[in-house]
C-alpha cells in the first residue's frame, strides 16, 4: 500500500491523449459526438472478483477481458466501437495490479483505437464498471429480434473451452497441459467486433454468448418470436474441449458461458456472403441449426435424434 | 432472500417504457442519437457501500443519490440529460431494498424525463455504477478551463449541510432535530441541472462540488492557470450550519464535499444575467470571490484579513 492518492492515481495509470473525443479524462464530463448518419451504441458491464473472475487472475488478463466483454456486446450489434470509461473500486492502491491491469486494458484498448474518456476510481472490494461506446450506421444496428423462419442459426469461432477451464479450477476435470490453452479463452476472450460489422445488413439478428448458447440463443427467439433446431454436435470446439467425455462437451457448449462468440441469424441463400464476412473479421463460423416458426428450442444430434439434456443459462443470482 | 433470477429482476425492477432512446433495456446494445448539431456529454461514477453512502441508508434516498451525483456532472457541463445506464451489484435479492431503490431512482429520472436505457446485475458486494448521457450544442459545453481574470467566482445553494450531517452521524457534534433537515442534503442532493444549462454562452468555466469547495475550485484555477481569491464568509450556508462553531462552518463550506452544487465564473458585467440563469434554474446563487491572473487560492474572510485554514479535499484513497 502506497500514499498514492485518487488524482494521482488516475493520472498515472489511466490518463491518455485522447485519440478522438472531444474531451478526455478530466473534465465533469466526456463529450462523445458520433459521425454524421450515425447513432451511438452503448453497453455497460459490471465484473466483481469471485463473481466473474477470479481472485488469482493475472491482472493484465483481467485488463483485457473487462473491455472484451464490452466490446463483445458492441460486437452483437455491429457497431464499431469509439471510446469507453472505467469505474473502478480497489480495497487498495496495488501498484503490481494496476501496471498490469492498464497494460492489458490499454492494449486492447489500443488494438480497437479507442480511448478512454472517463471514469471513476475508489476505495472498495474490487469491482470494474466498464460503459462503452460504438457508432452504428442509423437503422443498420444488430438486433435480436429479427431472426426469421427459414433462416440459418450461425456461431462465431468455438464455444465451450471457457467453462472447460471453469471446471478444472473447480478440479472437476484434469486437463494437464491442455489447461494453458482452454484458460485463454476464458481469460482473454478476442471480441468479435469486425465481423460484427461485417454482417451489417446481412445478418437478421445477433447476440453475444456470454450467459452460454442455449440461453442466449433463447433470447433472440423470443425477442423474435420464433423458434429453433440445433444441431449440438455441428457446434464448433476445440480439440481440448473434443478430447472430453460428450456429456460435458455438451455441458460447455450449451450452457458454458463466458464465450463472447456471436451466435446469429442469415437467410440460408446468403450462406456464401456470410462466409465472406466471417473472412473479414478474421474468425471460423460455423452453421449450427435453422429458425423454425414454431417457436421453442430443439436440439438435436448429427443423426436428427432429440437430444434430452436440459442446459440453463448461466445466472448471476442464481449460479 | 428469494429465489429471483437476474433476468426476472431486470424485469421486475428496472424495465419500464423508453421515452426516447432508439432501445431501451434488453438487446446487446443501447442506441443514442443526440439532437442534430449536439454532441454527447458522458459521465460515470461507481458508488460503493461505506464509501460513497452508510449501510443505514433508506434505499429509496440512495436511488436517488445514486443517479443525483451523475446528473450533477451534466449540469457543470451545461448538458440536458438523456439517458443513463445501471450498473448493480447486490450480495442477494433484496426486495425491500430494491422496491425503495427502484422508487428513488426512477422518481428523479422521471423529474428529468430520461430512460434507463441499458445496465447489468449481478451477485456481490454492493455497488452501484451509473453512466448518464447528455446532450449539448457542439461547442456549449460548460468546461473548467475557461476561467478568466476578472471573472466572479459564483456558487449555487449551499455549501456544507452535506458534512454537517455526516460529522453528526461520526457523533462529532449533536444537531438535535436539524439533524433530518441537514441529512436531507446529505441523502438527496438536487443536481443543478436547469441552472447548468442556463450558463451555457455565460459561465466562463464550471464545476460541480463533490470533493468539497477548495478542492473543486482548485480543478478549476489549475485547467484555467489562473488563481483566485475567495470571501469564505460568503459562502452561502444553511441556519443550522450558521448556529455551528465558526471553525465547523469552515470546514464544512470548505471542504465538506458531496454538496452536488455548482462552482462557476463568469465575467463581473454579467452578474445580472447570472441571476436571471439562477431564477431559470430555480436555486439561488452567491458571488462568493473574483478569478485573479496571479495563481493560487486566498482565502479572506468578510474584513478581507487573510485565513489560515488549510482544507484539503475529500480524496477515496486517502480519507
Known sequence: MTTIGEFELIER???????????GVGDDCALIAPAPGHELAVSTDLLIEGRHFLSTVDPERLGHKALAVNLSD???CGASPVAYTLGLALPYVDERFLDGFARGLHALADAHAIDLVGGDTTRGPLAIAITVF????????????GARAGDTVWVS???GDARLALEAFRGTVDLGHALARVRRAMETPDP???LGVALRGLATSAIDVSDGFIGDLAHVLRASSVGATIDVDALPRSADLRAQPVALQRLCTLAGGDDYELVFTAPAAMAQR??????????????VGRIEAHTGLRLVDARGDEVSERHAAFDHFRA
Chains 1, 2 share one sequence.
Do not use: C, K
Open 274 to 287: 456470410v462466409q465472406e464476412a466471417a473472412a473479414t473479421g478474421d474468425v471460423a463460423v460455423s452453421a
Open 157 to 159: 469461432g468455438r464455444l
Open 192 to 194: 468479435r467486433v469486425a
Open 74 to 76: 458492441l460486437a452483437a
Open 13 to 23: 495509470w489511466f490518463t491518455r491523449a485522447p485519440r478522438r473525443a472531444a474531451l
Open 134 to 145: 460504438g457508432e452504428v450506421p442509423v437503422g443498420t444496428a444488430l438486433r435480436r429480434s
